[in-house]
């Protein structure tokens, strides 16, 4: 067991590429706390993965929202007693040419995904900082690496993330806490699911491996990130995406 009686803070975990990581940890041994906002998908999670036997609890959080993100850290030590690892997975997309983009639809995903990203990681620090270990793992994207056409909060966002990687690496790893992130290339999610087969062929056919990625790809290298066994792995941004970009 890879994972055997750490805790984890999974946020964004009622679905897709957090929900396959919620599987993988537990699998591993792991306590997880799902963490996400849709209280319905979180709570059919929850009870999913405890009736195989895992170890989980679900808090519902906004994470662009500082006091929920207090409470979810709260309820995880009130519950667990201790956080070994936090995956600052979620995310949103608003898509839009530059021309037509929103303030509040380009707002909107800063908020989410990196204002979210350092609500989680500043408020649980202090308890891997007392215990002198821990694991943040940050979710980035090949499109905050590369950029994307339609995508310019999100690639904004995704890129930040890398930049805050870095810097928390440099700040924390004197402290026993590793830092790195994960940019996933096209991901099979039930987001890409709703797009028309074409741009499905499409996305495809830019990929080394001519193929999508699927949740637990990216999952497995959470994995990894969140073990012993990446323990000299610090500052990295390791990107899962089927040679996308070479």
Not at 9 to 16: D, F, K, P
Not at 116 to 124: D, L, R, Y
Not at 145 to 165: D, E, F, H, L, R
Not at 190 to 197: F, R
Request: with cysteine; aromatic share 6%; net charge negative.
């Amino acid at each position: 067991m890879r994972l055997q009686d750490k805790v984890a803070i999974i946020t964004g975990a009622a679905n897709g590429i957090g929900l396959a990581a919620a599987q993988r940890f537990a699998e591993e041994g792991a306590k997880v706390v799902l963490a996400d906002y849709d209280v319905e998908k979180g709570a059919e999670q929850e009870k999913a993965l405890s009736e195989q036997g895992y170890t989980v609890k679900f808090v519902q959080v906004d994470v662009a929202n500082r006091e929920s993100v207090d409470f979810l850290v709260k309820q995880t030590i009130d519950h667990f007693g201790e956080i070994h690892i936090l995956v600052n997975n979620a995310g949103i997309t608003r898509d839009a040419m530059l021309t037509k983009m929103t303030t509040d639809d380009f707002a909107r995903v800063l908020d989410v995904n990196l204002t979210g990203v350092f609500n989680c990681t500043q408020a649980v620090v202090p308890y891997l900082i007392e215990q002198g270990y821990g694991k943040i793992i940050n979710t980035s994207s090949v499109s905050g690496v590369y950029g994307n056409v339609g995508q310019t909060n999100y690639a904004a966002s995704k890129a930040a993330v890398i930049g805050m990687t870095k810097t928390w690496a440099k700040e924390l790893g004197r402290k026993g806490i590793n830092v790195n992130a994960v940019a996933p290339g096209f991901t099979h999610t039930s987001m890409v699911a709703k797009m028309p087969d074409k741009i499905i062929d499409q996305m495809k056919s830019i990929v080394s491996l001519q193929r999508l990625g699927v949740p637990r790809d990216i999952a497995n290298a959470y994995l990894y990130l969140a073990s012993d066994e990446s323990s000299y792995v610090h500052g990295h941004v390791l990107q899962v995406d089927g040679g996308i970009m070479m």
